[in-house]
């Protein structure tokens, strides 16, 4: 599976972004896909899951009420979309895919793509 991220900018606070993960590969409907990001001087870390169906979301505790995952199996797409956007959610952000839900959220990812930068101003 290659995975390339798009939709990243500049933005600012309060305002909304929303992130695109696109997939090759026809096996694309049977992983679990993921978000992670990394700012700047502070190492990757989680920020939503999601299962195969779509009808399982996992989100870190900083960007819940904010942030929504979703995907398009059809498609082979999935995004973020992210809402009332903070200076803290700065960061390069990265889509991912891996077999299990614990392997998203635990960061054993099989697949990344390459990230795309979010900066909000404030």
């Known amino acids: 599976v290659q995975l390339q991220a798009s939709g990243g900018g500049l933005v600012q606070a309060g305002g909304s972004l929303r992130l695109s993960c696109a997939a090759s590969g026809r096996t694309f409907g049977s992983y679990v896909m993921g978000w992670f990001r990394q700012a700047p001087g502070k190492e990757r870390e989680f920020v939503a899951g999601l299962s195969w169906s779509g009808k399982s979301t996992y989100y870190a505790d900083s960007v819940k009420g904010r942030f929504t995952i979703s995907r398009d199996n059809a498609k082979n797409t999935v995004w973020l979309q992210m809402n009332s956007l903070k200076p803290e959610d700065t960061a390069v952000y990265y889509c991912?895919?891996?077999?299990?839900?614990?392997?998203?959220?635990?960061?054993?990812?099989?697949?990344w793509g390459k990230g795309t930068l979010v900066t909000v101003s404030s």
């Open positions: 991912a895919a891996a077999r299990t839900i614990p392997a998203i959220t635990g960061g054993g990812v099989d697949y």
